[in-house]
């Protein structure tokens, strides 16, 4: 497991020379996005600055334990509570803030995984920013603020045994990482007051990676750690000359002769007060055993591929392999196991799969190997109709092609209607548009894995004309007035939106179109009078009807009126104005005087007349003729007396 470093508290002096520099430099920006708005390098620090400030810390002092530290472990696959915690706490931050750590997302517990993942998928550099990872050889935080001098201030879980800020220089890290693009932040401030007392007296710890009891030419590093949080320097001895020659907080070396070293660690905090204490390294003479691992059939498979881990080629120099330790995808601990170890990974995402291989002398050595998991590409659909066009009312038929999908098509589904339900499943589906216009058509396939994809065609739907119906009598006589009704007329894919009527038989429309489907109609000449209405729907598609009407003309009636007597030489009128036209007017008087058969003597309702001789038995007719040309003839016999 991993250790961690403690907290070194600069002076407010300090403080105030780190904000000063950082404004006059131009480097501390205004921190103070919503929620909603800042990026998650800003979340990042936010969420890690509220940790810092409910002055979370374990309880008791040194056993890693705590309710708010016991959740930060929740945060990653692995979990071992209690532990050091460092690692769980930047998980936590890091999942709260959106950008999660390790494969899938799944978080990472123990720093040594954090760095090999980060330096896998191109997140690990040298290079702080905040809300960047800051890692050690055995401990990580989150870098809160950076200045161009070279420093920095950090938030870290488990330094000195609680969520603390650190002033630290850039080349004090291992290496930082990226988890997403870093802004300028502003200075940390004044520090917030935990509840309990801070401040305690130096009690200097050391802790070891891999342990204390190693094989000779095995590396081990140390980290410093106090209580109180307020180490300002810690400096080693590891030969046991009794001379304090390394400093730093995370320090390492390789044991290359066998037997035992006792180290000293001195720490100071900034009021010159100082601690010590010692441990004893163990180096067996026995070399550390080599941890090799491959993973197969490769680096990279598709889900629900059963993924090989072969542990085969690990090695011991003087000895031999005795125990394999896993540390498996979605396994919480590790687990012994043989030198083989198979498991089946069904969601895509980054792994590790963990090995540590114990010797016949207890040594062990510790390695990982990634594993990418990708899923199958997506599923492939396309569809085709059987035309690009179609009136309304026809049945439009289209069919899917799932044939260029990696995998099953389990389920097609159709919006035929564009209404954005898909009503219909299957491999093909019809449709009839009862209305016109441009109409989507949409297809969705999902493969068996519950991923979809989706397919559009587009119809135009053509408007169908509508259909005119005319009624009304089809005989009347002249002069009459007979309804003639429209109102029958339908739009098999719409509504009558206007008619346009011919009444004068000219074959144009009388007047504008108008909403009324029922007229009037007065025939004005006798025959077969032919009557037309268009009808015209919403789209502007028309269509007509007609209707012959016979129209019957009435007969004239010619009279004449003769004086009772009529005498030679006197002058008298032959009147036939008392004639009529029942359904019109007499447009013409013709008279036939002298008998002869002929209809040209005279002309007019009225004729002046006067005989030379009498006579008995004379006859004079008389011709009338409508406007329409219909004729009626009249006659009458009289006498002319000679005085």
């Not at 050091?84 to 998980?91: E, I, K, L």
């Not at 730093?248 to 002769?257: E, F, I, K, L, P």
């Not at 004079?620 to 009249?634: I, S």
């Amino acid at each position: 497991m991993p250790t961690h470093v403690p907290t070194r508290v600069a002076g407010r002096a300090a403080v105030r020379l780190l904000v000063l520099l950082a404004v006059a430099l131009g480097l501390a920006a205004s921190y103070a996005p919503s929620a909603d708005a800042a990026t998650p390098s800003q979340k990042m620090v936010s969420f890690a600055r509220a940790e810092l400030a409910k002055g979370v810390r374990e309880v008791p002092d040194g056993s890693n334990k705590g309710a708010r530290i016991r959740m930060y472990g929740l945060s990653t696959t692995a979990r071992y509570y209690p532990a050091p915690w460092c690692a769980y706490f930047t998980s936590y931050i890091a999942k709260k803030a959106g950008v999660p750590i390790g494969p899938g997302g799944t978080g990472l517990g123990y720093v040594p995984y954090i760095r090999s993942w980060a330096q896998r998928t191109g997140r690990w550099t040298q290079k702080p920013r905040p809300g960047y990872l800051i890692t050690f050889p055995q401990h990580v935080g989150v870098v809160e603020t950076v200045s161009a001098n070279g420093t920095l201030t950090t938030i870290e879980g488990n330094s000195g045994n609680a969520v603390r800020r650190r002033y630290r220089r850039w080349k004090e890290a291992s290496g930082y990482v990226r988890l997403a693009a870093g802004g300028k932040l502003t200075a940390p401030g004044k520090m917030p007051k935990p509840s309990d007392k801070v401040e305690q007296s130096l009690t200097a710890r050391i802790t070891a990676y891999p342990g204390f009891d190693i094989a000779v030419g095995q590396r081990i590093d140390f980290t410093s750690n106090d209580s109180s949080g307020a180490i300002a320097r810690s400096d080693w001895d590891l030969t046991g000359s009794g001379r304090y020659t390394v400093r730093g907080d995370n320090v390492s070396r390789r044991y290359t002769t066998p037997g035992r070293s006792t180290i000293k660690l001195k720490i100071s905090d900034k009021k010159g007060r100082s601690a010590t204490t010692t441990a004893v390294v163990t180096v067996r003479s026995n070399i550390a055993p080599v941890a090799k691992l491959t993973v197969g059939p490769a680096a990279q498979v598709l889900v629900d591929t059963t993924v090989t881990a072969d542990a085969g080629q690990a090695s011991d120099a003087d000895g031999t392999i005795a125990r394999w330790s896993w540390l498996m995808p979605g396994d919480g601990e590790w687990r012994d196991g043989g030198a083989k170890r198979s498991i089946k990974l069904t969601t895509p995402g980054d792994y590790s799969i963990g090995l540590r291989v114990y010797d016949n002398d207890g040594n062990m050595s510790e390695t990982s190997a990634p594993v990418r998991v990708v899923d199958y590409p997506e599923p492939v659909v396309s569809t085709a109709c059987s035309e690009p066009a179609i009136v309304s009312g026809k049945r439009l038929s289209c069919r899917a092609d799932t044939s260029a999908s990696p995998v099953p098509i389990s389920r097609v589904e159709w919006d035929m209607n564009d209404d954005g339900t898909f009503e219909a499943t299957g491999s093909s589906a019809g449709w009839t548009y009862p209305t016109p216009g441009a109409y989507a058509i949409r297809v969705r396939a999902t493969d068996k894995r519950g991923r979809v994809a989706y397919a559009t065609a587009q119809v135009q739907v053509t408007n169908r004309a509508p259909t005119a119906k005319l009624a009304g009598a089809t005989s009347t006589t002249l002069g009459a007035v007979i309804a003639l009704d429209a109102t029958g007329s339908s739009d098999p894919d719409g509504r009558v939106a206007s008619f346009a009527w011919d009444l004068d038989g000219d074959g144009r429309p009388d007047a504008a179109p108008a909403p009324a489907g029922r007229v009037s109609y007065s025939p004005r000449a006798p025959g077969l009078q032919v009557v037309r209405v268009w009808v015209t729907d919403e789209l502007g598609a028309v269509s007509g009807a007609q209707l012959t009407v016979k129209v019957a003309n009435a007969t004239p009636v010619a009279r004449i009126v003769l004086p009772v007597r009529i005498v030679v030489g006197a002058v008298v009128t032959l009147d036939g104005s008392t004639s009529s036209d029942a359904d019109g007017t007499i447009a013409r008087y013709d008279w036939d005087i002298n008998g002869d058969g002929t209809y040209n003597d005279a002309s007019g309702p009225t004729v002046p007349m006067t005989f030379t001789k009498a006579t008995t038995g004379a006859i004079v007719r008389l011709r009338v003729t409508d406007e329409f040309g219909l004729t009626h003839m009249a006659s009458r016999t009289f006498t002319v007396y000679a005085s």
